[in-house]
């Protein structure tokens, strides 16, 4: 299935998507598509209603509607740096021989194609397209990664927006350049492990003002889907609807010789196989 949140921010409702431009309504059965819905939703009762919309035609179109992201606000965001054969060697850095962990703020989550803030003073705004895991069942020292499936509640297309500046000059943690206003685009859908061919395969991209910046696959993770979730596991408790952002391939703006930055009125545009697309307008801070 393909979960979506339609509507203007604050007022979504939750949805499951029936071809490429067309939704089913399933606010009769959950009031979002949050963490108590991902932790005990019933497929087969879900199933049933949305054959049942669909048979009686209580199917509506998407067009000119906003998309919102297709989780609620997450308990947490967590994020794995260098994840990327490709983009460490990129960057110049070492592969790493444990995953590198950091934190977003969860409020920084948004829709696919609303804005993105550049924030006051920021001379140093980046794009990131991921992969996001997003967790369906409370996850707690699990005992190997073959047991993260059935801990996973399905996948989304993420840009984990960073100020360079704000991240890698100004000391402390990376959070300061992670968690600016707006800075992680999530959706279209969140999509069920059952509907992705194989997750670990899956062609990446980005463009900036129509050019084309970043081109990868998932293949070159250097920490896979199932190794991430068992190993953030044995150091704090992944609760339904959390979401990872599992790294980026090459082409960053930070990466690229000289370094080239976002600016207000530039659009990213992004995608990864059998997830969707995104497009965001930058825009400045008020």
């Not at 996948?155 to 943690?173: C, H, I, K, P, Y």
């Not at 990868?216 to 959390?242: A, H, K």
């Not at 391939?249 to 010789?257: D, F, H, Q, R």
Request: aromatic share 8%; charged share 20%.
């Amino acid at each position: 299935m393909r979960f979506a949140r339609i509507g203007q921010p604050g007022r979504e409702i939750p949805a499951v998507m029936v071809g490429e431009d067309s939704y089913v309504d399933i606010s009769e059965i959950t009031a979002d598509i949050d963490g108590d819905f991902l932790a005990r939703v019933d497929r087969a009762a879900l199933g049933a209603l949305v054959a049942r919309a669909v048979d009686a035609g209580a199917v509506e179109l998407l067009a000119g509607q906003r998309v919102g992201a297709p989780i609620a606000r997450p308990h947490q965001v967590l994020c794995i740096g260098l994840n990327y054969a490709d983009h460490a060697e990129e960057s110049g850095m070492a592969i790493p021989e444990e995953p590198i962990v950091f934190n977003k703020a969860p409020n920084t989550v948004v829709g696919p194609f609303d804005d993105v803030v550049v924030p006051r003073g920021s001379e140093k705004t980046d794009w990131e397209v991921e992969l996001g895991i997003v967790i369906g069942a409370r996850a707690r020292y699990l005992a190997s990664p073959d047991d993260a499936w059935a801990h996973i509640a399905g996948f989304t297309l993420v840009n984990d927006v960073s100020e360079r500046a704000f991240q890698l000059e100004r000391g402390g943690q990376w959070v300061k350049g992670k968690s600016c206003e707006t800075f992680n685009p999530c959706g279209p859908w969140l999509v069920t492990p059952d509907e992705i061919t194989d997750v670990q395969d899956l062609g990446m991209w980005l463009d900036v003002n129509g050019h084309r910046r970043q081109t990868g696959s998932t293949r070159t993770m250097i920490f896979d889907v199932p190794y991430l979730v068992w190993y953030l596991s044995q150091f704090m408790v992944l609760e339904p609807g959390d979401l990872i952002n599992t790294g980026t391939p090459p082409g960053v703006g930070l990466g690229m010789t000289p370094p080239t930055f976002l600016a207000v009125g530039d659009v990213m545009e992004l995608g990864i196989d059998q997830l969707g697309t995104q497009r965001q307008r930058l825009i400045a801070a008020d």
